[in-house]
């Protein structure tokens, strides 16, 4: 099992209102990574990080932000969540080893009405 | 760039018989090969990966797979399929293997359904 959390798993709120989905991993891993996940199932980067202070943005164009602040912890925020924004979140992370795998927490699924 | 296809979207067996995920790949250099599963509302876990050596990778739950060269592939495989196994796979490939990103772009997913 690995050791990376995603809080909370399902969120329901209203337009215009701020989220923030953490993730905190307890592997000392440098390198970590949020994908949205669409209803179709495709997966998408739309953030990853090397390490502290560290924040790059992914393939996917994404409204939200995050922040690498500790090594084990990197949230996610929508300032204003809109319709558009429901999907689920999936947060990852690796030792950075090239040949390492991901390790990814059990999502945070997110539906604004 | 690097890029993986999984040309079906659905694969349906029964149960104990074979079953194949297909799995192409794109890649400059040497390819950086994953699978993963995803059962319904959960996270993605891992099963497998090629690097080098052996072309034929065992992993979890008794899944292995075939890494050809040649054909560009790396498809997912296991002689007996259990009921359990239905789920939605990946297959994913490193982006930049030199670089230290160490990013994954993943496949658009097949689901597998078995049938008792």
């Known amino acids: 099992e690995a050791d990376i959390y995603q809080t909370p798993r399902y969120l329901v709120i209203g337009t215009g209102k701020k989220i923030t989905l953490e993730c905190s991993q307890t592997m000392g891993h440098d390198k970590m990574y949020w994908y949205q996940q669409d209803p179709g199932m495709e997966l998408h980067l739309i953030h990853y990080?090397?390490?502290?202070?560290?924040?790059e943005k992914g393939d996917l164009s994404s409204e939200s932000t995050v922040s690498r602040i500790r090594t084990e912890h990197f949230p996610l925020t929508l300032e204003s969540a809109r319709p558009s924004h429901t999907s689920q979140y999936l947060c990852?992370?690796?030792?950075?080893?090239?040949?390492?795998?991901?390790?990814f927490g059990e999502g945070s699924r997110l539906t604004v009405l | 760039a690097q890029s993986v296809a999984q040309p079906e979207d659905q694969v349906n067996v029964a149960e104990g018989n074979p079953l194949t995920v297909k799995c192409t790949y794109s890649v400059s250099g040497n390819p950086y090969l994953f699978w993963y599963v995803q059962y319904p509302n959960r996270g993605l876990q891992f099963l497998l990966k090629?690097?080098?050596?052996?072309?034929l990778v065992k992993g979890s739950y008794g899944f292995e797979a075939e890494f050809n060269k040649s054909q560009t592939s790396f498809h997912l495989k296991k002689p007996s399929a259990l009921v359990s196994d239905s789920a939605l796979y990946f297959c994913?490939?490193?982006?930049?293997?030199?670089?230290?990103?160490?990013?994954?772009?993943f496949g658009q997913g097949t689901t597998l359904q078995v049938k008792p």
């Open positions: 990080s090397y390490g502290v202070n560290s924040t």
């Open positions: 990852a992370s690796s030792s950075g080893v090239a040949t390492g795998e991901l390790f």
């Open positions: 994913a490939v490193r982006d930049s293997p030199r670089g230290n990103t160490g990013k994954l772009i």
């Open positions: 090629y690097i080098t050596g052996d072309n």
